[in-house]
């Protein structure tokens, strides 16, 4: 009998043994933050592993996304997506912008460029997507987009940790991306983030953005915050990485395992899988359209009336929620394929740890329901 429920994900921890020694030499050096040798460490550990340079290590996804508005001096409108977390465009918000959304591909679900020109004004500084679910955006045709109108673009890479496309990190892409390590997410330093850049100029704003605009003890240079990773997290990150590929590929046996039990299902579309994307199977979305059998929102009760918390992330739309309802691109009308999306789409679990018995039944339940 499973006495714990089934979550929609699990964290990775490392042995708890190889964790230890960082904290007995954080212990011993006293140094607890502003940028500690294991943030450094980390630092240089990450760009490797990515394949980036100019990583800049902040304390989570949302102040690393508010940070990277600042340095890029973003204001007035910004194209975004509605189908994601509702920090994507809170950031936007605490930054003063006005966040201006677009419809979603529906097989991607992400930003849809075709639909983004319609929606440059004179205001219109930035472009915001995000790689939902680590389904990389089509940068090529935002990229081309943003040239020709003069505008910044952030990617939200917050489910797109050691994501490739076309053999390169998708981090490379837009003129920056930022990164979650929340407990959540493939990668985690409990909390924490961070903003990838392009250049070492670039680099160091963030890092005086991130450590209240102070290069010395008596120049302040910007008014910046703190958003800066203490040295536990950092440690937490160093003491995880060597399992990262591992980790994946144990994601990747459960996806490969759902995709066996439940293809071919009427009525369910599985995520698809991209020939020139190496993914990190950070989540199993599915559509549940209700044609063949229970809706969405009855499948997620059965599961639950069985211990199985799936998620029914991105429901709501970040459109729907009072601070956002009011704009004039949040009306449902405009954004008929993220309506749609919105009320079919169901994550399962998916985790390193994840059971091919568990798996099983999550099917079975999806297959035949209440027998
Ligand atoms: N942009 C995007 C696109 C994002 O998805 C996010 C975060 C951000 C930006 C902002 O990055 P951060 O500032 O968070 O670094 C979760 C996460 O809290 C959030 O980080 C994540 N996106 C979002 C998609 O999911 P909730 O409200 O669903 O979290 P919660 O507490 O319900 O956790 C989900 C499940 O995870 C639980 O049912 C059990 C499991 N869990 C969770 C935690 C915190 C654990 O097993 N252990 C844990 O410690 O938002």
Known sequence: MNKKPITVTQPSL????EFIPYL???????????????????????????????????????????????????????????????????????????PVF???????????????????????????PVHVYGNPCDDERIGKIAQRHGLKVIYDAAHAFHVKKDGRSILTRGDLSVLSFHATKVF??????????????????????????????????????????NEVQAAMGLAQLKYLEQNIAKRRAVADHYHELLDGLPGITLPAERADVSGNYSYFPILIDGSCGPSRDAAYDLLKRHDILSRKYFYP????????????????????????????VLCLPVYPGLSRAHVEKICRLLREGEK
Request: net charge negative.
């Open 188 to 229: 985690n330093t409990f909390e924490g983030g961070a903003v990838v850049c392009h250049t070492e100029e670039m680099k160091q704003k963030v890092k005086d953005l991130k450590n209240f605009g102070i290069r010395g003890e008596t120049t302040v240079v910007s008014a910046g915050m703190n958003a800066k990773m």
């Open 102 to 128: 677009c419809d979603i591909e529906d097989k991607t679900y992400n930003i849809d460029p075709e639909k983004i020109e319609a929606l440059i004004t004179e205001r219109t500084t930035a472009i915001l």
């Open 317 to 344: 739309l970040i459109t729907h929620f009072p601070m956002y309802a009011g704009l004039p691109s949040a009306s449902a009308e405009k954004l008929p394929v993220a309506e749609r999306i919105a009320a079919q």
């Open 14 to 17: 490392p042995p708890l043994d």
């Open 24 to 98: 007995e030499s954080i212990w011993e050096d006293k140094w607890l933050t502003n940028n500690g040798k294991f943030n450094r460490e980390l630092e240089a550990e990450l760009e490797r592993f990515l394949g980036v340079e100019h990583l800049a290590l902040c304390s989570n996804g949302t102040l690393a996304l508010m940070l990277a508005l600042k340095a890029l001096d973003v204001r007035g409108e910004v194209i975004t997506t509605p189908f994601s977390f509702v920090a994507t465009s809170h950031s936007l918000l605490w930054v003063g912008a006005v």
